[in-house]
Nanobody, 124 residues
Framework: QVQLVESGGGLVQAGGSLRVSCAAS????????MGWFRQTPEKEREFVAAISWSGGTTYYADSVKGRFTISRDNAKNTVYLQMNSLKPEDTAVYYC?????????????????WGQGTQVTVSS
């Protein structure tokens, strides 16, 4: 069992930066692939980024590639999403997800565990 708690969301101006974190509990974190998704009331859930259990592989949605960086610290059971050059269209609730089925499973929209989300608002 893995429990995920996101933090770090907030309000930022366009062009600014923000880092959201996801703290995980459970002894399986270090073997789980982790990812970030986002959702707004107007749009379906969107995959944002994924990272393998070792941190050696990362994958990004085209919409955030070059601006967002996903990373993890297995000693702290935490995964991060550093968001730079933020745009108003990045506004969403950001959710952390975990799976034991590999990072590709996250890209397909799959997950085993899901956090409660943290709001990120980018003003123009």
């Amino acid at each position: 069992q893995v429990q995920l708690v996101e933090s770090g969301g907030g309000l930022v101006q366009a062009g600014g930066s923000l880092r959201v974190s996801c703290a995980a509990s459970g002894r399986t974190f270090s073997s789980a692939a982790m990812g970030w998704f986002r959702q707004t009331p107007e749009k379906e859930r969107e995959f944002v980024a994924a990272i393998s259990w070792s941190g050696g592989t990362t994958y990004y949605a085209d919409s955030v590639k070059g601006r967002f960086t996903i990373s993890r610290d297995n000693a702290k059971n935490t995964v991060y999403l550093q968001m730079n050059s933020l745009k108003p269209e990045d506004t969403a609730v950001y959710y952390c997800a975990a799976t034991s089925r590999g990072w590709r499973f996250l890209i397909l929209g799959g997950y085993d565990y899901w956090g409660q989300g943290t709001q990120v608002t980018v003003s123009s």
